[in-house]
Every structure is written in C-alpha cells, then in structure tokens.
C-alpha cells in the first residue's frame, strides 16, 4: 500500500532542519581537550560565515556565525561570538525559525563566562541566560528571567558555541580522540570528537583541504536520542583557521545540510584582547 506524505508534514521536516542545524552547528564539537598555555587565536573581530541550510535537497534556510568585538565581562577581557539561524520565507509560512545565540569566553580560550539564546521556532520559544560562576564552580539556569538550581561544573567547562571556535584553536591531526565538558546548564557532559581523516571537499564552487571530524553522541539528547543510526560530520578547513564548510547530520526525520556560502573577515592573523 502506498504511503502519502502530506505537504504539511514535508514542510515541517523542513523547517526541524533549520532548528536541527541550528543545534548541529552549536553541539557537534562540545568536547575538546584543553589548549596548551601556547595556541593562536585564527578568527579576528568581524568574521562572518553565512551557510545555505538544506533539508535533502530543498533549501530550508541559513545560518550566520560572527566573531564580535572583545568585551568586558566582570571586569576582564572576554570574546563574544554569535550564531543566528532562520527559515526563509517559504518555510516561514509554516514553521517559522529565528534562533540568536551569544556567548562569551575568557581571553584564555578555556572557560565560559557568558551565554545567552533567544529561540524562536513555531510556537516553541526560549529566552535563556546561563550564568557562570567561576569561583564556585557552578552555573546557573534561566529561561525568561525563571532560574533552575545550580549546577556543578568542571573546570574548563565551555558552552556549545564557545567550543566551537575553541576547537578552532587545536591542533588537530587524523586518528586524535578529544575530550572537553561542555554545559546548556541543565547538566554537564564529556563528550568525545574524532578526527577522522583528511579529504578534499567541493563546495558551490570552492575546494577545500579538510579534516572530517566526527563527534560520539551519545550523551546528545533530542532527536539524536530517538535515531539509533544518527550521525554528524564536520568538516573543516586544513590550515590554521579550521574553518567549518560543510555539516551534515542523519537523524529519524531525514539528512541534514550546512554549507558554506560567503565568508568576510576571515584572513590570516587575529587581535589578541
């Protein structure tokens, strides 16, 4: 007997992919081991990667990541980098996206001190705050200004954007396993990531040298729980700046595109704050 998809149901597997992605993008590299006293800083103030998103073919939307200028945070220097994530205007009709992301990390590169995440997707929305609080090793939780208990963390401990450009900072070479706790502040987990392999990557126009990494998700929740076959890869530039260019993900609902369309201020060399 055949089976009928309703258009609706198509469309919001379309939109899941902009939220999917949005996540992907965030927690596909939690865990990293921790930097030496001696790394490089490959990002600079002004750096903008827009990706195109797709749900298997059909464009769902984009992605933009930007490295903010070097802020204040409790009196020291800290970087701020920031995700935005949107359905277009043909999966708006049905399942609207606008997701924000900021985060803030010491000038160290080795622990957050800041987070923040406005969700937006249908009717599902989200006005989240973490704070950290170094000295007692905790971070808190709040969704519209509500707090949950405090958590204990490790030292180290990173948010889900923050280790992605604190992945950025390692040096990494085929067969390394890397480890690092990351948090949402609900809980803490140590995650592992693995470098798999280097390949050569067509995108749009543009080939790049890069490794493939390949995160264990086992201690991911959400959809990834519920896809025993689930799988994500990342595959980043070869050279200092280890820039993502392309992510896809396999999950119960489908398989899941990030491209990368433009980059600015992406150049050699990096501010130190």
């Known amino acids: 007997m055949p ?32 930097a030496s006293d001696s790394f490089s800083i490959p990002f600079r103030t002004g750096e903008r990667l827009t990706y195109q998103l797709r749900w298997t073919i059909v464009p769902a939307g984009e992605a933009v990541l930007e490295v903010g200028a070097v802020e204040s945070v409790d009196g020291k220097p800290a970087y701020r980098f920031m995700l935005r994530a949107r359905s277009n205007a043909f999966v708006d009709i049905f399942y609207k996206v606008r997701d924000r992301i900021d985060a803030w990390i010491d000038s160290s590169m080795q622990y957050s001190v800041g987070y923040r995440k406005k969700q937006r997707e249908g009717s599902h929305k989200r006005n989240v705050h973490l704070a950290f609080d170094r000295k007692r090793r905790q971070v808190t939780y709040y969704n519209y200004g509500r707090a949950k208990e405090p958590i204990t963390i490790p030292d180290g401990t990173l948010d889900p954007l923050s280790a992605l450009y604190f992945v950025r900072t390692l040096s990494l070479q085929p067969g390394q396993e890397i480890r690092r706790p990351v948090t949402d502040g609900k809980k803490w987990v140590t995650g592992v990531l693995r470098v798999i392999r280097k390949e050569v990557v067509t995108v749009g ?31 980043v530039t070869a ?23 433009s980059m600015s201020g992406s150049d050699s060399g990096a501010e130190n704050p």
Do not use: Q
């Open 3 to 34: 089976v009928t998809v309703s258009r609706t149901a198509v469309l919001s597997r379309r939109a899941a992919g902009v939220a999917l992605i949005t996540a992907i993008l965030t927690l596909c590299m939690p865990s990293m081991s921790p």
């Open 205 to 235: 126009e543009r080939r790049f040298d890069t490794l493939l990494l390949e995160p264990d998700l086992k201690h991911v929740g959400g959809v990834f729980e519920k896809s025993p076959n689930a799988r994500i890869r990342v595959w």
């Open 239 to 261: 050279d200092h700046r280890k820039i993502p260019v392309r992510v896809t993900s396999r999950v119960v609902v489908g398989s899941f595109v990030a491209e990368l369309v």
